[in-house]
């Protein structure tokens, strides 16, 4: 294993961050920008993008002390990860809605998408880790 200078190492990511996420004033401009040139629902976009991602933590952590550190699987762990999935269909409301788009929509988009990476209906290893150009 090499050595790594740290003081390099953060002169280097300070050098490979982009200016919207480092500077306050460019963050601004270009959340100014999405919203006025590109009607962007940059309000909604953020509160999904951060509400989602915070609540599928919660809920990984709850799978993950259920899994690996003895946490009970019962009812009232149960009800806590439906709580949990329910906060992130509320998140991903404020998506659909960020989006003009419904729980449908979404639905029958990745319904094409995985029907194009497995067209035997099936899942497949090979598939999966082999996609496709434009198989995002």
């Given at each position: 294993?090499?050595?790594?200078d740290t003081k390099k190492y953060i002169e280097f990511v300070r050098e490979t961050t982009s200016p919207a996420s480092s500077d306050f004033a460019?963050?601004?401009?270009?959340?100014t920008e999405l919203e006025i040139t590109h009607?962007?629902?940059?309000s909604r976009l953020m509160t999904a993008a951060f509400g989602v991602?915070?609540?599928?933590?919660?809920?990984?952590?709850?799978?993950?002390?259920?899994?690996?550190q003895g946490k009970p699987y019962n009812e009232e762990n149960i009800i806590h990860?439906?709580?949990e999935a329910g906060d992130i269909l509320w998140y991903m409301s404020q998506l659909c809605i960020a989006l003009d788009t419904t729980f449908e929509e979404l639905m029958e988009i990745n319904y094409q998408k995985?029907?194009?990476?497995?067209?035997?209906?099936?899942f497949s290893v090979y598939k999966s880790e082999n996609r496709v150009e434009g198989d995002l």
């Open positions: 294993m090499s050595n790594i460019a963050l601004v401009t270009r959340l009607d962007a629902d940059v991602s915070a609540e599928a933590g919660e809920l990984a952590e709850i799978i993950k002390k259920i899994f690996l990860m439906k709580k995985l029907s194009a990476r497995y067209p035997e209906g099936t």
